[in-house]
């Protein structure tokens, strides 16, 4: 697979996780957070296991560590968001959980010591210029939630990036389903420790859970972990900056909702960005690559 397929593919889970703050919302009407959590990846679990039940038969022990440390970052990342959006606005969460796009070349220049060149950094200052203009008002005050929402984004960024190491070391179908598994169990656990865990109890509510459970979780994840083999953490991160793009124009066309000139202007510098990390101009101008010249490379 090239990797303007994988980032494709990447694209393609943005999009469904665009839709998900939606579904969320909806779930949380009725349940409580953590047997939300519970039931969300309980469900991408049985769902991606009984497609992918051969491979899972013959998960080794590197699968299964993989697996279960990413589990635990999954249900991290997602108790921030819960929490965090008790406590601070959409807006504010939804700015603060894009904050990925900054701490994945952060992170990888200071562990992986994979340094990102001019182009690519400047894609990411478009981008996060970009998602501050669509998800933030003027004169929104800082709220308690948003330490929660950072947090969110900075376990989301190492999920990203140990999602990309793992697809080299074990097999990444197995290691993307397993996942949901071990996400689904910590939030029973705590669900059964710190709530009443129930089943959904509305037509609206086994909507959200099904539609977070396959499209978001069971598809998006697995996804996301099969063709991370084929691009860079710091690509997923800049392109999971769309979701927010996603969220407005689902909001626009399915919820009635408006976007302002600020919140266009913001929509089109995210995709800026994105283009310009994802397009070589060089490529464009003279028809090839120049030899030995590439968008990542080892920090000396």
């Not at 083999?229 to 919820?255: D, M, N, Q, R």
Request: hydrophobic fraction near 55%; include cysteine.
């Amino acid at each position: 697979m090239k990797q303007y397929k994988a980032d494709l593919i990447i694209l393609l889970v943005t999009f469904f996780w665009g839709t998900s703050y939606s579904f969320m919302k909806i779930g949380l009407d009725t349940l409580a957070p953590f047997n939300l959590i519970a039931l969300r990846f309980g469900v991408a679990f049985i769902a991606a296991g009984v497609l992918f039940h051969k491979k899972l038969r013959r998960a080794d022990r590197k699968a299964v560590q993989y697996a279960l440390l990413l589990g635990t970052l999954l249900f991290a990342v997602f108790v921030c968001i819960i929490f965090g959006l008790r406590n601070t606005s959409t807006s504010n969460a939804g700015f603060l959980m894009s904050m990925t796009v900054i701490f994945v070349p952060v992170l990888t220049a200071l562990f992986l010591k994979i340094k990102p060149d001019k182009r690519l950094i400047a894609g990411i200052a478009v981008a996060v210029a970009g998602i501050g203009l669509l998800t933030l008002r003027p004169h929104a005050a800082l709220q308690s939630g948003d330490a929660l929402c950072i947090f969110g984004a900075l376990f989301f960024a190492v999920h990203i990036i140990v999602t990309g190491r793992a697809g080299k070391k074990a097999d990444s179908v197995t290691v993307g389903v397993l996942q949901l598994g071990f996400a689904a169990l910590w939030g029973g656990l705590f669900s059964f420790l710190f709530e009443q865990p129930e089943l959904p109890n509305t037509a609206a509510s086994w909507l959200s859970i099904l539609a977070l459970g396959i499209l978001c979780s069971a598809v998006g994840f697995v996804l996301q972990a099969i063709a991370q083999k084929y691009t860079s953490p710091t690509h997923t991160g800049l392109i999971f900056a769309l979701e927010p793009v996603v969220t407005a124009f689902f909001g626009i066309c399915f919820l009635k909702e408006t976007l302002t000139m600020q919140g266009y202007i913001g929509a089109g510098l995210v995709l800026a960005g994105v283009a310009v990390c994802e397009l070589d101009i060089r490529k464009l101008l003279v028809g090839r690559k120049r030899p030995g010249k590439s968008s990542y490379h080892r920090a000396a």
